[in-house]
Structure formats: structure tokens, C-alpha cells
């Protein structure tokens, strides 16, 4: 038999790449489904505003409110005023293509998942005007890639992590009405944000103010 040429070689290499890179990226969007369906099991629905996320479904991006890239991955979550309540899933860390998570004006309560600190390619966190207790997670200062961070209007406590004054592209923050305490750092992208984005945390100070000046 005479030895296979490269030239033959080569048809059947590209085709192989092409069937391994449609099946990865399919099991990937079968992931970001799985995701979503378990976030979705979590979340008490009165209004059935995602009863279109059918998890027979291929991949979620036809499901409402979820929009999806070229490669059929979740990138965007726009799920305010949906009347949804219980707490958030640390599943949602599982979007790892995920941008926007706007989840703002629902009943959402319990604490940030700290693994939300894995969705490095995040630009926008909005969980405002929810019940979100306990702490902001250290772990959020891995968020290189985040701009926007609105946790206000929640029941949060404890202080401002120091970890957050790493995120060099944060321009928007607000923690207003909240129940923070302790020092709000000066560094990095916390040096431009202005007073209202910390009003309202009776216990939250600057640094060198004295007790008497809390309460803004």
C-alpha cells in the first residue's frame, strides 16, 4: 500500500479541528444552559417571566431576556422588574462568557455568590434595589474587566473590600443605602467616585473622619 500523503493529510486534519471546535463549543453552550436552569430552579418566578427557558432547548439564546454571542454563548442576563425572588445562584459563575448581569428591582435576597469573582470577562454588576444581605465578596476584586458595579439599595453589611481599589477600569460604583461600616478605600478607581455613591451607610466613614461624621 503507498504510504498517505501530507496533501491528503491536510483535508482531513481541517475537518477534523472544524467537528472538534462545533462540539466544544456546543458542550459550552449546553453549559451555559445548564447554568441558567439551575439559577432558574433557585428563583421563585410568580409571574412566569422565564417560562420560555426550556432546558430541552439546544442552547438558551432564544430564551427571553438572554442574549448570546456569534458562538451561541450567554454574554448579556437583562432580567430587572421581573418580579423574581430567592436567592442567586453561584451557577451564574458558570457563564464564564457573561458581560452584563442586570438583575436590578426584583426581590433577589441572601447573599453575592463570592464565585461571581470568576466571570473575569464581566463589565457591568447591577443588583440594586433587591434584599442582598451579608457581605461584598473579596473575591469581586478579580473582576479585571468590570465598569459598572451597582449594589445599591440592598441590605449589605461589613466594609468595602480593599480588594475592589484594584479594579483599574471601574468608572460607576454605588453601595448607596446600604448598611456598610468601616473605611471607604482611596486608591485606584476610588479616588474619582463621588459621596452619593456611598450615601446612606450610617457607619461607612472616610478616612480621618471622626464617628460624629457618619451618617451621610
Request: charged share 20%; net charge negative; glycine share 6%.
Amino acid at each position: 500500500m503507498a504510504p498517505t500523503s501530507a496533501g491528503n493529510l491536510a483535508p482531513a486534519t481541517a475537518i477534523l479541528v472544524v467537528v472538534v471546535a462545533v462540539v466544544l463549543a456546543a458542550a459550552a453552550a449546553s453549559q451555559d444552559g445548564d447554568a441558567l436552569t439551575e439559577f432558574r430552579k433557585g428563583m421563585s418566578d410568580p409571574d412566569g417571566a422565564l417560562a420560555s427557558w426550556d432546558p430541552d432547548l439546544v442552547n438558551p439564546c432564544t430564551w427571553f431576556r438572554v442574549t448570546c454571542n456569534a458562538d451561541n454563548r450567554v454574554i448579556r442576563l437583562d432580567l430587572e422588574e421581573m418580579n423574581l425572588s430567592d436567592h442567586l445562584s453561584a451557577d451564574l459563575a458558570r457563564l464564564d462568557q457573561l458581560q452584563f448581569m442586570e438583575i436590578a428591582s426584583n426581590n433577589i435576597e441572601g447573599p453575592i455568590p463570592p464565585e461571581f469573582g470568576n466571570l473575569e470577562n464581566l463589565i457591568s454588576l447591577d443588583l440594586c434595589n433587591n434584599t442582598i444581605s451579608g457581605p461584598i465578596p473579596p473575591s469581586l476584586g478579580k473582576l479585571k474587566s468590570l465598569k459598572f458595579m451597582r449594589i445599591d439599595h440592598n441590605l449589605l453589611t461589613g466594609p468595602i473590600p480593599n480588594e475592589l481599589a484594584g479594579l483599574s477600569n471601574l468608572m460607576i460604583l454605588n453601595v448607596s443605602n446600604n448598611d456598610l461600616c468601616g473605611t471607604i478605600p482611596t486608591s485606584g478607581p476610588f479616588d474619582h467616585f463621588p459621596p452619593s455613591s456611598f450615601a446612606s451607610n450610617p457607619r461607612l466613614r472616610y478616612p480621618g473622619m471622626d464617628d460624629d461624621d457618619t451618617g451621610r
